[in-house]
C-alpha cells in the first residue's frame, strides 16, 4: 500500500491511496466534508508542487473500509 499526502481543490492536506489500477480518482466523502472539496464533476489534484487540473474526482461514501481520505487513480 502506498499512501501520499496531497490536496484536492485547494483542501486542507488528504492521506490518499495511490492506486495505477483505478480508473478514476475517488474521495471518501467523510473527508469532502459535506461537499466543500468536490463541488463539480472535475477537480484539481495537487501532490507537493505538481497540480493536475480539470482531472475527474468521484466521491463515494466508503465509511470506514476505506483507511485513507482517497484513492488516487491513473486519471
Do not use: C, E, H, M
Request: glycine content about 14%; aromatic content about 4%.
Amino acid at each position: 500500500t502506498i499512501l501520499v499526502n496531497g490536496r484536492i481543490n485547494g483542501s486542507p492536506p488528504l492521506r490518499l491511496l495511490f492506486d495505477t489500477g483505478a480508473s478514476v480518482s475517488v474521495l471518501n466523502r467523510r473527508a469532502d466534508g459535506a461537499g466543500q472539496v468536490l463541488t463539480g464533476a472535475t477537480g484539481a489534484i495537487a501532490l507537493g508542487p505538481v497540480t493536475v487540473r480539470n482531472t475527474p474526482i468521484v466521491g463515494i461514501d466508503y465509511a470506514k473500509s476505506l483507511k485513507a481520505d482517497g484513492v488516487l487513480g491513473y486519471n
